[in-house]
């Protein structure tokens, strides 16, 4: 499975942008999914998971409310929603899967600056 995020960049307090997650590869194979964020000097966090079937949803306090996760399985995609961004949420953007076969797999990571 290889997994690419896009949609990042720079954005004022107060805006918002969308991230996608686009799986390849052996794509049957994916379980549950998630955003993670590491910011300078600060451990990888999870941000928002949900599962295979996008049944349930988990977000992190501080997303809770702003920040939306979901995924489209016939397009092996996973998206996440971002409101009422705060400089706080700068932070480099990972994707995250959960490989049946191999365990946890990862995209490249992309840039979420928010300028105050």
């Known amino acids: 499975v290889q997994l690419v995020e896009s949609g990042g960049g720079l954005v004022q307090a107060g805006g918002s942008l969308s991230l996608s997650c686009a799986a390849s590869?052996?794509?049957?194979?994916?379980?549950?999914m998630g955003w993670y964020r590491q910011a300078p000097g600060k451990q990888r966090e999870l941000v928002a998971s949900i599962t295979n079937t996008g049944g349930t949803t988990n977000y992190t306090d501080s997303v809770k409310g702003r920040f939306t996760i979901s995924r489209d399985n016939a397009k092996n995609t996973m998206y996440l929603q971002m409101n009422n961004l705060k400089p706080e949420d700068t932070a480099v953007y990972y994707c995250?899967?959960?490989?049946?076969?191999?365990?946890?797999?990862w995209g490249q990571g992309t840039q979420v600056t928010v300028s105050s």
């Open positions: 995250g899967a959960l490989d049946l076969r191999v365990g946890i797999v």
């Open positions: 590869g052996s794509t049957f194979s994916i379980n549950a």
